[in-house]
């Protein structure tokens, strides 16, 4: 089924999904979007289980019918536990932990990850979503400690999301003591894969003492909104190769030397080992929201669309016509933001 922006806007305003009641229902393109929302392992045929050890995860998360997983405890995993389509991954109470190896989903739809901290997962990402639609990781924690001093490869990414993966939500989660955070779209080479897709709603994440990519985007289209970032210190909103960003009502505090460019460069300290002048490719776009329909709306509310950037850097050199979200959303004024998002975002919250 193919949906018209106009439809996906009637959708938005008549669908609901996700939890209702606890505040921290699903928003964005994981939940409005042409295909779909995602719902995991909800729904009539779907069945919930509780794992506690690593082969009884693993065999959960297994295959294609929809089920809800309740973690509990600690997972270490040898190798990347690939997550199956139709699935709900729940950390039980104050969060499960993972370590040893990060989840990869792939070739999947329809996945929900919530309430897990991943830690330290060496030379590779904490989740990588790739080739993979309708998914949502909210209220997690990523950590690898020993920031900056570990480098920029000893960890890769936090959340990365390549290969024409689309409609995510990712919200309220905690991202701290890490260098690269999310890449979407992982390499310029990927353009006739990526163009058109890798539609995220980045919203009320807390980003605490990292190095870059708060997102870095190519080919797609990200919508980052109510975000706090604290010593993010060096490139945190990149958009570049013809990527899109729609970003409103974010906070910038703390060290962090540019908040937001579509400059095609990288600058040097994203991968000094890579790259010691930065490297180079088209440039991105960036709007602030400032439409029309937006501002008109704006005018009833205290305060909408602005970022407060701080002392950090702003270089959009081309500003792009992603100028509204096609879903309904509620932006936090930004004089609430930090308590709110310090508040409500992590574990132990849903
Ligand atoms: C997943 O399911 C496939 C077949 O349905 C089976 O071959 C494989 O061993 C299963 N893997 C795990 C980890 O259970
Ligand atoms: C995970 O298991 C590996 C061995 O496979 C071990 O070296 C490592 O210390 C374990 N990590 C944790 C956090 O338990
Ligand atoms: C689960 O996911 C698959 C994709 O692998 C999809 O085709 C299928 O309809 C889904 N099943 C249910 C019961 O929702
Ligand atoms: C995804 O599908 C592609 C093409 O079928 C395959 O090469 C790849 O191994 C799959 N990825 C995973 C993690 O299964
Ligand atoms: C993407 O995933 C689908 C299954 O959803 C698979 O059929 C296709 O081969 C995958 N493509 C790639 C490039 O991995
Ligand atoms: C901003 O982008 C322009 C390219 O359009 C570049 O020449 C300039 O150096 C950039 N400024 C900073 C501070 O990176
Ligand atoms: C938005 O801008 C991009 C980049 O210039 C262009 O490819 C696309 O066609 C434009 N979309 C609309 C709806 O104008």
Request: glycine share 12%.
């Amino acid at each position: 089924m193919k949906l018209s922006i106009l439809s996906v806007f009637a959708l938005a305003l008549s669908a609901s999904a996700g939890p209702a009641g606890s505040g921290f229902e699903l928003v964005g393109y994981g939940k409005d979007n042409p295909i779909g929302p995602t719902t995991g392992g909800a729904g009539k045929d779907g069945k919930t289980v509780t794992v506690s050890t690593v082969d009884e995860f693993l065999k959960a998360i297994n295959g294609s019918s929809p089920t809800t997983i309740y973690a509990k405890g600690k997972f270490n995993f040898t190798a990347r536990p690939r997550v199956g389509s139709n699935k709900s991954l729940i950390g039980v109470g104050k969060g499960a932990e993972i370590t040893g190896a990060g989840l990869t989903i792939a070739n999947s739809t329809n996945v929900i990850v919530r309430n897990f901290v991943i830690r330290a997962i060496v030379d590779n990402d904490a989740i990588t979503i790739s080739n993979s639609s309708r998914v949502w990781i909210d209220h997690n924690e990523f950590t690898s400690g020993n920031f900056p001093a570990a480098g920029p490869d000893a960890f890769d990414g936090q959340v990365d999301i390549i290969r024409a993966s689309d409609w995510i939500t990712v919200s309220w989660n905690y991202f701290h003591d890490h260098w690269k955070s999310s890449l979407i779209g992982n390499n310029d080479k990927f353009r006739d894969i990526d163009l058109g897709h890798l539609h995220v709603t980045y919203h009320h994440n807390y980003w605490r003492n990292e190095g870059t990519r708060g997102p870095a985007g190519r080919f797609g289209h990200q919508h980052i909104y109510n975000n706090l970032y604290e010593d993010f210190l060096y490139q945190a909103i990149h958009s570049r190769s013809d990527n899109q960003v729609l970003v409103e009502g974010n906070i910038f505090s703390g060290k962090t030397r540019e908040a937001l460019s579509t400059y095609g460069l990288v600058i040097p300290e994203d991968s000094p080992n890579t790259g010691p002048n930065g490297d180079y490719e088209l440039d991105g776009f960036a709007n602030l929201g400032a439409s029309k329909l937006a501002f008109f709306f704006c005018q009833f509310l205290t305060v909408c669309l602005e970022n407060d950037f701080g002392k950090a850097t702003v270089n959009i050199t081309q500003v792009g016509n992603f100028t509204q979200a096609p879903y309904k959303y509620k932006l936090t004024t930004l004089k609430k933001l930090e308590k709110v998002v310090k508040k409500g975002a992590g574990l132990g919250k849903i």
